[in-house]
């Protein structure tokens, strides 16, 4: 069975600050797929990345950057320089090998950021 | 733009109704899903689809059925509200094998009474 575990239940960050995002995950595949939403207070996830096991090179986007380590099961998601806007649920998700259908995922149960101004 | 449209965004049940959500997407996907939302859970798999007439059970069946008829529209059949079914309903879509993201409508928030 596959399990995400996200330990952070609730952050808060001031504007500006950098803030991470853990995710911890479990499964027996050696091919998965590995994904991080973004829940705004408007209700619908927004996709931010999709990761495959076989790739372990972080990647950035703007303000956003992910580490993949394999050797401890973590896709880790960090914010740099924090805006207001940041403020959402972010949920991690894990799909299997036999599974490459985006959508049909294990979520972790979310982390709520909130950045003040 | 894509777009997943739920057809409520709150709605309020009585205990032992027949509950429908409906749920359309305008991009031709081939799959589509449902998931509930609740506090401290995350997101759980309820029943999804990858073609039209075909489903299969998620994580957590128990209590719903799903419809899809056309390529773009799946329903959610809750046959007898309970109390325990209160919560956000999520509706996603993806193109098909090997698809790179999920899109997702804006919830349901279905409260049962």
């Known amino acids: 069975a596959q399990k995400v575990t996200q330990a952070q239940t609730e952050i808060s960050v001031v504007e500006k600050e950098d803030v991470t995002l853990d995710c911890v995950y479990e499964?027996?595949?050696?091919?998965?797929?590995l994904f991080w939403y973004k829940q705004p207070p408007s209700g619908e996830l927004v996709f931010l990345i999709r990761r495959n096991s076989f790739d372990e090179q972080n990647e950035i986007s703007g303000r956003y950057s992910w580490n993949f380590q394999k050797s401890t099961s973590s896709f880790n998601f960090t914010i740099t320089a924090s805006q207001v806007v940041d403020s959402a649920v972010y949920f991690c998700?894990?799909?299997?090998?036999?599974?490459?259908?985006?959508?049909?995922?294990?979520f972790g149960d979310g982390t709520t950021l909130t950045v003040k101004p | 733009d894509v777009k997943v449209t739920q057809s409520s965004r709150y709605l309020v049940k009585r205990t032992g109704e027949k509950v429908f959500l409906e749920c359309v997407q305008d991009?031709?996907?081939?799959?589509m899903f449902w998931y509930r939302q609740d506090p401290g859970l995350g997101l759980r798999l309820i029943y999804f689809s990858y073609d039209v007439k075909m489903k299969e059970k998620g994580d957590i069946p128990e209590g719903y059925s799903v419809s899809r008829e056309k390529k773009e529209r799946f329903s959610l059949i809750l046959e007898s509200a309970s109390t325990n079914q209160t919560s956000m309903y999520l509706c996603?879509?993806?193109?098909?094998?090997?698809?790179?993201?999920?899109?997702f409508g804006q919830g349901t928030r279905l409260t049962v009474v």
């Open positions: 991009m031709d996907h081939e799959n």
């Open positions: 499964t027996r595949d050696t091919t998965y797929y």
């Open positions: 998700a894990l799909s299997e090998r036999y599974n490459t259908n985006a959508g049909k995922s294990t």
């Open positions: 996603a879509s993806s193109r098909g094998q090997g698809a790179i993201e999920a899109f």
